[in-house]
């Protein structure tokens, strides 16, 4: 963290051992986020004067790198909030599940498509249900008629260019295509 944990008390005295508590749950946040520039708790007991029945008020912000995250934990009538320590668990527990949420939307894993192989007919057996497909990297790759997207296999031709899966295992054949589909318009180029 950039800037030193601050801690405030209002209306109560500070106290060692709940500063203790809240900065073991400050370090808990950074294993959650590592690049927190700083961190503010204020713990607050609305009444001063009276000894029980105190809902303690826990305020955190936390500031990380573009925006700050903020809960500020009202008890209402949460009555477990009368133990100062359930009060900051409660509001730190809402914390970690913000930067939690916070990370992933920062993070966002932007899922990368692997573009489709392509390759083009090299040779085709209508009267056998069957054809090869010359891969961009030299290989050839078995198909059969039912693997051909919408029932296109009568509409190929030699030299058609074709996008294609290709089937994790090898057949009996070799490599083969679990899904070909005609791309219409694309030309397949050999390499000089």
């Not at 007991?45 to 934990?73: D, F, M, Q, S």
């Not at 914390?95 to 932007?110: G, L, S, Y």
Request: aromatic share 6%.
């Amino acid at each position: 963290m950039e800037t030193p944990v601050e801690i405030a008390f209002r209306n109560m005295d500070p106290s060692e051992f709940v500063e203790k508590r809240v900065r073991e749950r400050v370090g808990r946040l950074e294993q959650f986020y590592d690049r927190i520039t700083s961190c503010h708790v204020q713990i607050e007991a609305p009444h001063k004067h009276h000894t029980k029945g105190n809902l303690y008020e826990i305020r955190i912000e936390v500031r990380v790198p573009g925006t700050e995250l903020t809960v500020n934990n009202k008890p209402g009538n949460v009555h477990a909030h009368e133990d100062i320590y359930v009060a900051i668990r409660d509001a730190f527990d809402a914390m970690e599940r913000q930067i939690k949420k916070w990370k992933q939307k920062a993070n966002a894993d932007v899922k990368v498509h692997d573009a489709p192989l392509a390759g083009r007919i090299e040779e085709i057996h209508p009267d056998r249900d069957f054809g090869q497909i010359a891969m961009t990297d030299g290989r050839l790759v078995y198909f059969h008629r039912n693997s051909v997207v919408g029932n296109g296999f009568d509409t190929l031709s030699l030299g058609d260019t074709v996008e294609l899966v290709v089937h994790s295992g090898e057949g009996e054949k070799g490599p083969q295509a679990s899904a070909v589909r005609p791309v219409g318009g694309l030309k397949f180029v050999d390499k000089p």
